[in-house]
């Protein structure tokens, strides 16, 4: 009884700290609806949001509480799955909303929700919450191979899992993979290659998919740094001109 409490106290500062947070976005966006510009209100949407330093610990101590939740057996286990997805959604709230040190409530959110959508119970619904934290995979230590390992065996598992190649979602995940780490890349053709013979049409279609909008994500980025460059070139020039 007292680990089912413990469980379901969990659970409650879960969603009160999403509702917290929430809050916040509303009142942010009241405040800023209509009576700013635009250039103003896309510089707010990069510009991280503080919080009271209590919520944040208590949002720090629920994501860390995400795998022993994970482990939980017997009569806890449905109260621990609960409980678990309610931190799941306190953790993308945290992540969407652009929450100061953000990055600290996803290393576990991420190899969860993965392992989520790769079960055989999984629905599309899994595979677009994970793909809406796609950039957070770039946070990863993709070097560290004694610690990316699991993950990494898990993020080449997508490549031939029947619900991430039917879903646009899916797919567009798998694709943006290729732009993690290089590293992976080589791991994700391998793994593509092998399944390659003797597929139906309609799964060399969902690859050629994948391929095209690896290389136009890619391609993208590239022009993106390239631009940046410039700047800082041009920005650079300037500075030495007026001296």
Request: proline share 1%; hydrophobic share 40%.
């Amino acid at each position: 009884k007292e680990a089912s409490r413990a469980v379901l106290f969990l659970r409650c500062c879960a969603f009160l700290v999403e509702a917290y947070l929430e809050g916040i976005l509303t009142k942010l966006a009241n405040n800023s609806s209509g009576r700013r510009s635009t250039s103003t209100r896309q510089q707010q949407q990069h510009r991280k949001i503080d919080i009271i330093d209590e919520a944040y610990e208590v949002a720090e101590l629920l994501h860390d509480s995400l795998f022993p939740l994970q482990n939980c057996c017997g009569t806890l286990i449905k109260e621990a799955q609960h409980t678990q997805s309610a931190i799941f959604g306190m953790c993308e709230r945290y992540w969407h909303g652009n929450f100061e040190d953000r990055e600290q409530m996803v290393t576990q959110l991420i190899p969860l929700l993965l392992v989520k959508s790769l079960d055989d119970t999984a629905q599309k619904n899994d595979v677009k919450r994970l793909y809406s934290i796609r950039d957070a995979i770039h946070l990863l230590d993709f070097e560290d191979e004694s610690s990316i390992a699991s993950l990494k065996m898990h993020l080449l598992r997508t490549v031939n899992n029947p619900l991430f190649l039917q879903s646009a979602e899916g797919r567009k995940f798998i694709a943006h993979l290729f732009t993690v780490d290089a590293s992976l890349v080589l791991d994700l053709h391998r793994a593509i290659r092998t399944q390659i013979v003797g597929a139906k049409k309609s799964i060399l279609n969902a690859y050629a998919d994948i391929y095209y909008m690896a290389w136009k994500e890619s391609t993208e980025k590239e022009e993106e740094e390239n631009r940046n460059d410039d700047n800082d070139d041009n920005g650079r020039d300037v500075v030495t001109t007026k001296i």
